[in-house]
Nanobody
């Protein structure tokens, strides 16, 4: 009964910051947690992901601006978004993937809007 709950979306001005949080219920080890986003008329894309050991991966468009982190004890992943741009506007989805057995879980999505 894994459940993924997101929070932190909202409205920000260009150059501003937001922090997204995603908490996954249940016990999931050896997994990757990440954030995807989908803007109107565009493909869903990986924004950032982090594995249990701490290694990270970022989309080129957010490198240097976004930081992903996780608290393994709380099964929670965070996305600190700085220097926000209008093109960051999208619905952001938290994703959890585990292997052995393979499973994938998604959050409900949270809207991030960057506008003056």
């Amino acid at each position: 009964q894994v459940q993924v709950v997101e929070s932190g979306g909202g409205l920000a001005q260009p150059g501003g910051s937001l922090r997204l949080s995603c908490a996954a219920s249940g016990t999931i080890f050896g997994n990757a947690m990440g954030w995807y986003r989908q803007a109107p008329g565009k493909q869903r894309e990986l924004v950032a992901r982090i594995i249990t050991g701490g290694s990270t991966n970022y989309a080129e468009s957010v490198k240097g601006r976004f930081t992903i982190s996780r608290d393994n004890a709380k099964n929670t992943v965070y996305l600190q978004m700085n220097s926000l741009k209008p093109e960051d506007t999208a619905v952001y989805y938290c994703n959890v993937v585990q292997w052995s057995p393979w499973a994938q879980y998604w959050g409900q999505g949270t809207q991030v809007t960057v506008s003056s």
